[in-house]
């Protein structure tokens, strides 16, 4: 493509970069003899490398020996690839603030992982939400929903022990920190929705808000929802991009779901222990990269 910029180095020489012409052709002349790495870049392209043969692959030197003239240098370039689409309830209203976020599918240690790519979109007011600089492959999408219960009485130690100073406080402060807990209570102050329920508190990030039953003692939840309106990794759809594809309708559908209780007692040598923070992880991900089940995990505290 017009507009690539070539850098070349090597051989004990500055890089030079130079712009390919109309064509894409390049030149690099009175070059001395001895291996060179050849890239290229462009916006709206992931970085070619002379030998590179794959979008996930390596480039490799070229070698170039005295008098020698080298007109076969080929640097491939792929564009990058776009998803869009809506997130939408079982009303089919649009839920704005939702995360997105791609996984790409591909080999690690020789089997299929779902690895993160670290691209994450939230929808707009309509719901809708956009993806880019995505290479080609095959990617899984996701909506991230954390919910995390806290005993009521946590939270009103929590906010006694903010107001005061001495043994006390230090005390719960050290207790909170060493057990895991102290983040917890830190993401009540960061504006995500929080809901009681009998003696618990229930806090939703993922901008998917709890909605409590009639009972007064539960509530229902938008879990975290794969593509295009599975429960699991192994059940969503895989989504298979070319490269420059601009994939549109690549809509996503939570549905409100009624939660359980889990409880019981956490014990340590010593007996009960207090302000203990618990992860509840989902089954079924044995082919998502560990970074992400702790992004999927339900995480909640022991009550006093």
Do not use: C
């Not at 059940?235 to 309708?249: H, M």
């Amino acid at each position: 493509p017009a507009g690539v910029i070539v850098s070349l180095g090597g051989a004990g020489i500055p890089t030079r970069r130079v712009i390919v012409d109309p064509h894409g052709r390049f030149l690099f002349d009175e070059l001395p003899p001895g291996a060179f790495t050849i890239t290229a870049t462009k916006s709206g392209y992931l970085d070619g490398a002379f030998g590179k043969q794959r979008p996930d692959g390596t480039g490799h030197p070229l070698t170039v020996h005295d008098s020698e003239h080298v007109t076969d240098a080929i640097v491939k370039m792929w564009r990058f690839a776009t998803i869009a689409g809506a997130v939408t309830d079982d009303a089919d209203d649009p839920m704005p603030g939702a995360r997105v976020q791609v996984l790409k599918r591909t080999v690690v240690a020789g089997h299929w992982r779902l690895v993160n790519t670290g691209l994450v979109a939230s929808a707009d007011e309509r719901g809708g939400y956009r993806l880019s600089s995505l290479v080609p492959g095959e990617y899984v999408l996701f909506i991230t929903s954390l919910t995390a219960s806290f005993p009521a009485s946590l939270m009103e130690t929590a906010s006694a022990a903010r107001q005061t100073e001495g043994p006390a406080s230090s005390d719960f402060a050290r207790l909170t920190q060493t057990n895991g807990t102290t983040g917890f209570v830190n993401d009540i102050s960061q504006g995500f929705p929080v809901t009681r329920v009998g003696d618990m508190l229930l806090q939703t990030s993922g901008a998917l808000a709890a909605s409590t039953n009639p009972d007064g003692r539960s509530v229902s939840v938008y879990p975290a929802t794969w593509y295009p309106s599975a429960a699991s990794a192994a059940q969503a759809t895989i989504v298979k991009l070319e490269a420059g594809d601009n994939r549109t309708g690549i809509d996503l559908h939570p549905t409100l779901t009624p939660t359980v209780r889990l409880s019981g007692q956490a014990m340590g040598p010593d007996g009960p222990v207090p302000y203990l923070a618990l992860r509840l992880v989902p089954a079924g991900l044995d082919d998502v990269a560990g970074e992400i089940t702790s992004s999927l995990a339900l995480s909640f505290t022991t009550a006093m």
